[in-house]
Each structure stands twice: as structure tokens, then as C-alpha cells.
Antibody
């Protein structure tokens, strides 16, 4: 059974940093592109970032480019999102998701999400 | 970047109704599109992949169609558990983009 479990969310002040983790199990983690998606309060889903199976390729939404860094540790089956210079509009539930194939597919499995609140 | 325009933004319907949601891409995306159902406090659930393929375990009342720039999700006969928010997602090129969502409410 595929399982994705996010952690690391919480309350942080504007300008602060936070690192999210996503522990994966039930599939060959290193074979799949992994993604972070967020849902801001009262709004829709927003794609945030993706990383290839090997970690050699990374992609970012313009809204987070230069502030967020996606990474993965395939030896630990874990995906990360380092979030720096956080702003109020980064407040959201952050989901990790697995692509449905090695690359270029929609997401077949999602975690339950972790809430990040940016507020003073 | 590819923009996804989803309509309607909200929809009021009754159990048993047939409903259709549309997504239009700002440029051709072949069939690189998925449809998701999202309920509050839950993880999004994929209903359709590759524009028209039904995700395993999803009821056959859900169907998808389209290619290029125009896509539709149809629910043939609404059930009480179908009231949720629905999103399309293009995965043709980065940055991937979602439609704005369609909130399906009970009439």
C-alpha cells in the first residue's frame, strides 16, 4: 500500500523558515517524480514544486522560486521542502504527491497534508 | 505558462442529475490532464487520468473526455457522496497548473 505522510508544518513568523518532510512507503521511491501542492485558505490547489526520481531535476512555481528548495533522500524514502523567507500568503495546507508514472503524469497518491501558518 | 480555465466555478445540482465541468487550456496539452475530487480535510483523489481513463476503484458514473485544449468531466448521475470540489490539472509542461476548481453543492 502506498503511503505518504507529511510532517513539519506549524506556526512561523513572516520571514522565517520551515522544513517540511514527506515519508513515503509502499513503492520504489527513487523511480518516481515527487511533487508538493498547496491549498491556501478558501482558495484552490496550487502546484508548488517537483523533483525527478534521481533528484537531478527540480521545478518551481514562480510564487516560490528563490525561496523554497525541494530535495529528496532516496536512501530514506523521504521528500523535503525547505521554505525560507516565508510570507503570509504562503499559509496553506501542503500536500506531497506521487506522480503516476516515472515522469510527466498526474498524481495518483497524495498525503493527508500538513498545515503551515505564517503569522506574527 | 499554461493557464487552465475551469467552469463553472460553482454548481448547484440534485441527486440523480447529470453534470458537466469543463477545463480549457491556453495551449494544446495533448491528453496530459487529470481530474481530482477534493473534500474538506481529505487528500485530493484522482478520478480520471490521461483525460479519459478512469482511475481504478472510481465509480463508472465519472467520465472524462477531450484532447488538445478542451476537456470535460461528466458525472452521469450524482450521488450524495459526490458533493465536493473538482479540479483539473495539466501535466504537459512545468509549471503544472490546476483549474480554479468547481464547487459542487446540493440544490
Amino acid at each position: 500500500e502506498v503511503l505518504l505522510v507529511e510532517s513539519g508544518g506549524g506556526l512561523v513568523q513572516p520571514g522565517g523558515s520551515l522544513r517540511l518532510s514527506c515519508a513515503a512507503s509502499g513503492f520504489t521511491f527513487s523511480s518516481y517524480t515527487m511533487t508538493w501542492v498547496r491549498q491556501t485558505p478558501g482558495k484552490g490547489l496550487e502546484w508548488v514544486s517537483a523533483i525527478s526520481g534521481s533528484g537531478s531535476a527540480t521545478y518551481y512555481a514562480d510564487s516560490v522560486k528563490g525561496r523554497f528548495t525541494i530535495s529528496r533522500d532516496n536512501s530514506k524514502n523521504t521528500l523535503y521542502l525547505q521554505m525560507n523567507s516565508l510570507r503570509a500568503d504562503d499559509t496553506a495546507v501542503y500536500y506531497c504527491a506521487k506522480e503516476g508514472c516515472s515522469s510527466g503524469c498526474s498524481f495518483d497518491y497524495w498525503g493527508q497534508g500538513t498545515l503551515v501558518t505564517v503569522s506574527s | 505558462d499554461i493557464q487552465m480555465t475551469q467552469s463553472p466555478s460553482s454548481l448547484s445540482a440534485s441527486v440523480g442529475d447529470r453534470v458537466t465541468i469543463t477545463c480549457r487550456a491556453s495551449q494544446g496539452i495533448r491528453n496530459d490532464l487529470g481530474w481530482y475530487q477534493h473534500k474538506p480535510g481529505k487528500a485530493p483523489k484522482r478520478l480520471i487520468y490521461a483525460a479519459s481513463s478512469l482511475q481504478s476503484g472510481v465509480p463508472s458514473r465519472f467520465s472524462g473526455s477531450g484532447s488538445g485544449t478542451e476537456f470535460t468531466l461528466t458525472i452521469s448521475s450524482l450521488q450524495p457522496e459526490d458533493f465536493a470540489t473538482y479540479y483539473c490539472l495539466q501535466h504537459n509542461s512545468y509549471p503544472y497548473t490546476f483549474g480554479q476548481g468547481t464547487k459542487l453543492e446540493i440544490k
